[in-house]
């Protein structure tokens, strides 16, 4: 990946969760990150 790639992507992911925490004060952010721990634990135990 190069560096232009690597500053849109992240810029894109940044205008994304300040987006989220403006229009719905971080709901989406909150719920995603419950899903990321399930999912973690979930693997762990299939490990």
Same mark, same amino acid.
């Given at each position: 990946?190069?560096? %232009? ?6 810029? /894109? ?9 403006? =229009? %719905? ?6 719920? /995603? ?9 979930? =693997?762990?135990?299939?490990?």
């Amino acid at each position: 990946m190069s560096n %232009t790639l690597a500053i849109i992507r992240g810029l /894109l992911i940044t205008i994304a969760i300040v987006a989220d925490v403006i =229009l %719905t004060g971080s709901t989406n952010i909150i719920f /995603l990150a419950k899903k990321f721990t399930d999912m973690t634990e979930w =693997l762990a135990f299939w490990r």
